[in-house]
């Protein structure tokens, strides 16, 4: 094999990116994966992922965002191919709600494009969709959808087009690094570089090897239901936005229908723990099917119960559910991302550059601070021992 610069660890969504991002810079990279490139046996899989700005769970994504929002942009136009579609997202809870408080939060600190609605004023302008009259609706015209499996797809081939090496097959069962590089070993043998990125998705306890990040996997359901006949036009992409509500019942979202699937509808709360994303059940779960239909009849009343897709994916998520990127601790020559806690897809085309920063430069000047691996050990270092 001859040498590579870099090595990536994960040809999922970051992993892509990253490759791509890597071997636009230049260097020569070798990105490794157990499956093949896109796969449905991840994080990265089922149709389409919500890309949004007023972000609810920390304000300080936002930077972020307008990057990774340039990102799919430029991926756009790079591969020709239409992968981001901002068909806006209504977003509704109650007043006390940590979403609808959380967005409007964001939105007011980044002046972003959003409007609060009461309840009447959005059944009024999303007639499919129904809020309780005590809700408050948040509508961000910009927030969207992305094609999930046509970004990896357009990452994949990016990266070779620049020169990238993607393997697809091999499985990597170890990593060291030294002062003079990086020696990562597959079932198909060892490989060197001078850097390393690791980008493992829900494999990331194993792999990563950060002790005080306890990363845990959650198995997530996502359903389709295709709308009867007479109903097919109000729920279709083009007319549905994107919709997400926040209620004691848990936090649901979904999607309008791209084709004869239907409307794609998921809970991000809950989740059962996975114990080896290897051998993760991916049956249909019948309590949270129901679950998720009581949801939608509440919700979306004209779409009916036609169940015709499921799909079992994976979260992997930190303790305080915040993305882990940044140079390893123990070792300079590694970047990791990991831990992207069932809302990374988006941020994957600001990702990809801040791995390429990490691995070739050693920083990064993207405001990741709040995101550094090591802010676990000074929370472990203040907990009283013994
Ligand atoms: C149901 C669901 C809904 C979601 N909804 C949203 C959403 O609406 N918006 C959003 O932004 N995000 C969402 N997310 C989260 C987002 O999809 C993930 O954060 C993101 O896809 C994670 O990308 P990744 O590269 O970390 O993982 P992956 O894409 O899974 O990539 C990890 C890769 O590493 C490879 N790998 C692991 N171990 C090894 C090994 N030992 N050897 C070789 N290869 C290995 C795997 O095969 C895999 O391809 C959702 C996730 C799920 C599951």
Known sequence: MPHADVIVIGSG???????????????????????????????????????????????????????????????????????????????????????????????????????????????????????DDDWIAVWEPGAGYLLVEECIRAFAALARRRGARLEAGVTVQAWRAGPDGVAVETDRGSFHADRLVITPGAWAEHLVRLPRIPFRVLRKSLFWYRPPPAAAAAFAAGRLPCFAFDTPAGFHYG????????VKIAEHSGGATVADPLSVDRGLDAAEEAGVAAVARARLPRLGHDLVRHAACLYTMTPDAHFVIGLHPD????????????????????????????????????PIGFLAPGRFDAAADRRPRG
Request: charged share 20%; proline share 6%.
């Open 13 to 131: 969504a970051m992993g892509a990116a990253a490759a791509a991002a890597l071997a636009g810079r230049g260097a020569a990279v070798l990105a490794l994966d157990r499956f093949g490139v896109p796969h449905d046996r991840g994080s990265s899989h089922g149709a389409t992922r919500l890309i949004r700005r007023a972000y609810f769970e920390h304000p300080d994504y936002v930077p972020l965002l307008h990057e990774a929002y340039r990102g799919w942009r430029d991926l756009e136009a790079a591969s020709e191919t239409r992968l981001l579609v901002p068909c806006g997202l209504l977003l509704g809870g109650l007043p006390g709600s940590e979403a609808v408080a959380g967005a409007l939060h964001a939105a007011a600190l980044h002046r972003l494009d959003v409007e609060r609605l009461p309840a009447v004023e959005a059944a009024a302008r999303w007639p499919e969709i129904r809020l």
């Open 255 to 262: 999607f309008p229908a791209l084709d004869a699937d239907g």
């Open 331 to 366: 070792a300079p020559r590694v970047a990791v991302a990991a831990g992207f806690s069932g809302h990374g897809f988006k941020f994957a085309s600001a990702v990809g550059p801040i791995l390429a920063d990490l691995a070739l430069e050693g920083r990064s000047h993207a």
